[in-house]
């Protein structure tokens, strides 16, 4: 019955983490989880698979390379063939809004975390299976611009209980660089926008030969890069928009919309959000509002955390569905954090007490005290084995359980309890005694420099 | 930048669940991980993909066919198109243990709630993805026998806290009937637990001739339904096999093994486990105690929750690592509980509260109520627009959310909250106001019959 002996050896991409990283990793996930629920956005869960159409359907992104699947033994019906991994929430949310329109109450407020498949090269933290965190609110017909201002500032409230540190959320309207391009003569709005959004990687000057090679003047050039260094947390953006001395409807359009979401944002959540003309978010299905979020101190990361506003994230050829959203990359955060910054988690089993054995013959005992403490919510486990106490202890410490319960140990044959961090060792009863709170669930670890 | 109008249909075997059904599976996800942190398993999760090599490792199983993925840009390499989706959490876990052997605890208590895919036929129950969730224990070299009887018992503690209702867990030993058959002269124990496997499906009469066909005698065939026959909550199955007059080693050891199983949980928690002389779990790994679990009045559903004991999980050549564990197939237990007998959550979203919006020029005001409710945990949402007060109840009516808080409705220019179901509207202050326990969180309605 034993199988062969068989060589392991990771996949590029496909990262896996050690227990204390992943208990870390579910500290974000039931973090933003909690957050997203506070604010009434409902769960849902997409099926891992679209048709391939439906995915190479957004426009040819080389950046998400798609898996398809096919079933190994199966004959190949040229249907399942056609099947890939999605690699985005996004998609996958649009077509199961179309699919489920009739059963659903718009303005429909939705919150999905799954893992998604990427076939690009892997790279620093850039993951061919990874974990996002997604938002969106999609309605009927029209959506309310309010919901532009609500989505970044959900993700606020999320990262400022996340040990993430300070970070910053990029707001810029596709209106308004479309609309001022458009105001100065440059009707090649994609490809104007697709060269200044190279901005961080290249610097002014490559940005500025490539637009005049693309057909720009050297005034034109100026005015794009100009636009694109305007940046405030307050309303000031405005004006400085308006000291180039551009004109458009459309810019008009733009800078109402992006001023009603930082005045929100000011209102609600000072300093939080930044008005930054320079985010564009390449070449994706935005045609509002979009969003960036960058870590203050590891800007070099990229965006940890972005969206926008689609008009029609999904039509049927009757109805169109507008929707606005966000999503974080969160695998990749806690990748980073992990890496860069050397968070985890203080123990790597949720076990706050490991109850000893004092011999097997009385194993049964243990097992009840833990039953007592597990039933007044404290995570434990009994001792595997009856070994000495200080290899039961040593067992502990390996964990970083912070507690050990010795059965009969106290007087009268009463039980105590010995925090392995200090030694002390006091009298308890299973039924009444306190965990620390703090010592309830694995806390963070954040190492200080 | 409208995308075209796509066709939307459901893919066989892989279901979505809509907003309230998803609040429900959540539920579930929610309580057997409660449980499995309250006995110190720690969370892991693995990557999606396995070479297929190590897929196909465990046996030709034909109903565990395998899903493999390729980059449909990528040149084919030759090494991508070895990957494969995994069918199960066992194969994953056993290779992550050998991967970071030296960096693990043992023994290893882990918990793993993941999908899994399998490309059989689908029907009634059976699906292509679905959510498994595992635990199992795993050691070096040898594994205490006490935690054979530990693995059901912690299942049952997850299924008393969800509405699945009465169920049954059973247990038996391979080496009960290994020693059996080989004590009958039975030498082909692999072929006679095969056709024995069968009994529920196609009856004793059928199995006897079955068994009669591939070379054993009536006397020997009536002995193997005799065996499959018994079953007892207590210690007397012990009798009851010592009564049919069979020696061997082999059989000693494993009555010995299920009397500690069964011992244990009758001190535990007594009602819940079942010897049942009758359970061979297929063709899969186990070499020792196998579990299956019957939901009591739907036993035609078959074992919602199955596993056992191996005595290699894993092996790297020079050490051997044993296991045992059991396996949720959660998904599949959700989706009866819904469509058999009517399950759903209360509500279609986590929102509590619906705060009103008198007109959009107070909307503010409406964001500070909610932000002072969430600041206290009670999850809301605003209404998305100022409409008639009418139409905001109905908008939460639609969604089961129990409350409408309408801002400055009452003297002096406060707050009045209204329980939709009762009609009752008094005066409230977001700051102090106390949601009942039971609304917090939306609830699981058991429909009565």
Chains 1, 2 share one sequence.
């Not at 359907?57 to 699947?69: L, M, Q, R, S, T």
């Not at 300070?166 to 001022?180: A, D, M, S």
């Not at 910054?341 to 005290?369: K, N, Q, W, Y």
């Amino acid at each position: 019955m034993t199988p062969p002996a068989q060589k392991v050896t990771p996949i590029s991409g496909f990262p896996e983490l050690l227990p204390a990283e992943r208990l870390l990793e579910l500290h974000f996930l039931d973090t933003v989880r909690e957050v997203f629920e506070l604010h009434g956005f409902a769960p849902l869960e997409t099926r891992a698979v679209e048709p391939v159409e439906r995915l190479l359907g957004k426009g040819g992104d080389a950046d998400k390379e798609i898996y398809g699947i096919r079933r190994l033994a199966g004959e190949d019906t040229g249907r399942e063939s056609e099947l890939g991994l999605h690699f985005d929430l996004t998609v996958p949310f649009a077509r199961y809004v179309l699919e489920n329109a009739g059963k659903l109450s718009f303005p429909f407020r939705r919150y999905q975390v799954q893992k998604v498949w990427r076939g690009e090269r892997p790279q620093e933290g850039r993951f061919r299976e990874f974990t996002q965190a997604d938002i969106d609110v999609v309605d009927v017909g029209t959506l309310a611009p309010h919901f532009e201002a609500e989505m970044p500032l959900v993700i606020a409230e999320a990262f400022r209980r996340l040990p993430v540190g300070e970070f910053r959320i990029q707001v810029n309207n596709r209106k308004v660089p479309e609309g001022f391009y458009l105001g100065i003569g440059l009707t090649d709005v994609a490809g104007t926008l697709r060269v200044v959004d190279k901005l961080a990687k290249i610097g002014p000057e490559k940005v500025a030969a490539q637009l005049v090679e693309a057909g720009a003047t050297d005034e034109q050039a100026r005015l794009c890069l100009a636009l694109a260094g305007i940046r405030s947390e307050d309303l000031s953006f405005v004006d400085e928009v308006r000291a180039l001395g551009v004109e458009h409807p459309v810019l008009d359009e733009g800078l109402d919309a992006l001023a009603a979401v930082i005045r929100a944002g000011t209102e609600q959540a000072p300093g939080t959000l930044v008005a930054d003309l320079s985010v564009a978010r390449g070449l994706d299905y935005y045609t509002g509002t979009v969003y960036e979020t960058q870590v203050v101190g590891n800007e070099e990361w990229g965006s940890v955390c972005s969206g926008g506003r689609y008009d029609s994230l999904a039509s049927d050829g009757r109805t169109t569905y507008p929707g606005v959203g966000i999503s974080i990359g969160l695998s990749r955060l806690v990748h980073l954090l992990v890496t860069k910054r050397g968070l985890t988690a203080s123990r790597s089993t949720p076990a706050a007490v490991l109850v000893a054995v004092v011999d097997e013959d009385t194993r049964a005992r243990s097992v009840a005290v833990a039953a007592a403490l597990r039933a007044r919510g404290v995570p434990c486990e009994v001792a595997p084995s009856a070994a000495k106490f200080g290899k039961q202890i040593r067992y502990a410490d390996r964990r970083g359980i912070p507690f050990v319960w010795f059965p009969g140990a106290g007087d009268d044959d009463g039980d105590q309890v010995k925090d392995i961090r200090s030694g002390d060792q006091v009298d308890a009863d299973a039924a009444t005694w306190e965990c620390p709170a703090a010592d309830l669930r694995p806390g963070v670890v954040i190492p200080q420099h």
